[in-house]
């Protein structure tokens, strides 16, 4: 297993993979390369098996000093291994290196696995709020160090 991180776009084989994990993890949902590109400072961890995308975590600038840890997953026949922690703790380095103070994120309730990781690590939740489809999202925000 290979842990990868690319500032920007990663390359087309890269951008594929994300894309095909994304669908998986996300219940079909598409990511465009549209909406990687309109992101500032935007920030691909990946793990590979080979050559095969079986791990991702998104994120990109939300403002000044605070980056944000947008979208993550690992593909179910991989879960369990702690790759989701090791995606996790790249992107906390860094951006950290890069001189950001916090890093936030948005959860869902019954993505509990995640939100049980974010608070392991130090994440705090901050606020919640209902979004326009009627589901309780939870925002959580890390100190870097």
Not at 17 to 35: A, P, T
Not at 51 to 72: A, C, N, P, Q
Not at 97 to 104: H, L, S
């Amino acid at each position: 297993m290979e842990f990868i991180h690319v500032k920007g776009l990663p390359d087309e084989e890269s951008i594929k993979g994300i894309q095909e994990l994304h669908r998986e993890v996300f219940d079909e949902s598409e990511l465009s390369i549209g909406e990687l590109q309109e992101k500032p400072n935007l920030l691909c961890c990946m793990a590979l098996d080979g050559r095969k995308v079986v791990g991702f975590k998104l994120g990109y600038e939300k403002e000044v000093g605070v980056f944000y840890s947008w979208l993550g997953g690992v593909s179910a026949e991989y879960r369990g291994q702690g790759i989701a922690l090791k995606l996790m703790n790249l992107q906390h380095q860094l951006v950290s290196e890069q001189g950001y103070q916090k890093i936030r994120t948005i959860g869902r309730n019954y993505r509990r696995a995640m939100l049980i990781l974010n608070i392991k690590v130090g994440f705090d939740i901050i606020e919640t709020y209902f979004s326009k489809s009627g589901t309780r999202k939870i925002i959580m925000e890390k100190e870097l160090k």
